[in-house]
């Protein structure tokens, strides 16, 4: 049966994908964008199923009023898939106040907010499902990259719980974490204003490898991104609150959670060494 979907970021990419799938697999969709020309394809091809509205994330006003206007046109939201996002390349020294704010509120702050909207809809028909796109930087980090691993972090942390608070009114959360694939993501990436040339020996390298990232023979394509997210939305199975999504993305996240057990495994064996330690007998377990 099909399902009313909101979904974020449809002018391009992951969400493009996603949204044309979704269509054309007999889902009604709001599709939103802030280049709303990105989103007439879809309407066109699906003008009864698909709803395209204009949303920027920055602008409460306008998420308010794109829920608002979902919700009518589709007589509910079933699903929200907070997928749009554009990434900010810069040092933790080269980073300003206004732009990380500007990052926290594409990457945390408007998906919160969408979050917050929908929640009571999802409530009041007693279920719901929300995906928050976050990216395997959601569990690492990279360097250049601190303002958008910043956020992807805080949206990860807020997602887990969220994910409990749900449950008992039958909310499921989803986070997705992709790896590399084939969008205008390295390309719309904004650098930060200041440079600090000393960080070329660490962020360079980074920086070109994403702003390549649709040109890298690794990267999967977003066909398969959608394929994947629509398969785990008609799973009749509990879903995990964390899924990686491509191949890639494994690799990344099981190097990650091995470092990360490592770290632990280090911090206790030094803090039980610590003269200054104040646990019984042998320390922290
Ligand atoms: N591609 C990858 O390798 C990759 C990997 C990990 C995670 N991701 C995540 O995947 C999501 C989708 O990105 P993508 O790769 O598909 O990139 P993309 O092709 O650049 O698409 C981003 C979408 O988000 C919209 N958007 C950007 N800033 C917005 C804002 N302030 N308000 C409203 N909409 C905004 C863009 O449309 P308008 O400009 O028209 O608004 C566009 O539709 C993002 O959250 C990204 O962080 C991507």
Redesign the pocket.
């Known amino acids: 049966m099909g399902r009313r979907w909101l979904v974020?970021?449809?002018?391009?990419?992951?969400?493009?994908?996603l949204a044309t799938a979704a269509a054309r697999a007999g889902h009604s969709l709001a599709v939103?964008?802030?280049?709303?020309a990105?989103?007439d394809e879809l309407a066109a091809a699906w003008p009864d199923r698909v709803v395209p509205l204009r949303?920027?994330?920055?602008?409460a006003a306008?998420c308010e009023e794109a829920v608002r206007t979902a919700a009518d046109r589709l007589g509910g939201i079933d699903i929200l898939v907070?997928?749009?996002?554009?990434?900010l390349f810069g040092a933790v020294e080269e980073v300003s106040d206004t732009e990380l704010r500007d990052q926290l509120?594409?990457?945390l702050i408007?998906p919160w907010r969408l979050t917050r909207l929908v929640l009571p809809l999802m409530r009041a028909q007693g279920n719901g499902h929300i995906l928050n796109?976050?990216?395997?930087?959601g569990r690492m980090a990279f360097p250049g990259l601190a303002a958008?691993v910043a956020g992807?972090h805080a949206l990860e942390g807020m997602s887990q719980a969220l994910a409990i608070e749900g449950a008992p009114h039958n909310i499921r959360v989803t986070v997705?974490?992709?790896?590399?694939?084939?969008?205008?993501?390295?390309?719309?990436l904004a650098e930060a204003r200041h440079r600090v040339p000393a960080y070329d020996v660490t962020n360079r390298e980074m920086l070109e490898g994403t702003r390549g990232?649709?040109d890298n023979p690794e990267?999967?394509h977003?066909d398969d991104f959608a394929a994947a997210v629509l398969d785990m939305v008609a799973a009749d199975v509990p879903l995990p609150v964390r899924i990686p999504v491509?191949d890639d993305?494994y690799g990344y996240v099981d190097q990650a959670e091995q470092a990360s057990r490592e770290e632990f495994a280090a911090a206790r064996t030094l803090v039980r060494g610590l003269p200054s330690r104040r646990w019984p007998a042998d320390g922290p377990r």
């Open positions: 974020t970021g449809c002018s391009s990419g992951l969400g493009r994908a939103t964008a802030r280049r709303t990105g989103l949303l920027e994330l920055r602008d306008s907070n997928n749009a996002g554009a990434g509120e594409t990457l408007g796109v976050s990216s395997v930087v958008y992807k997705l974490e992709p790896g590399m694939f084939a969008t205008r993501y390295g390309i719309s990232v649709a990267t999967g977003p491509g993305a």
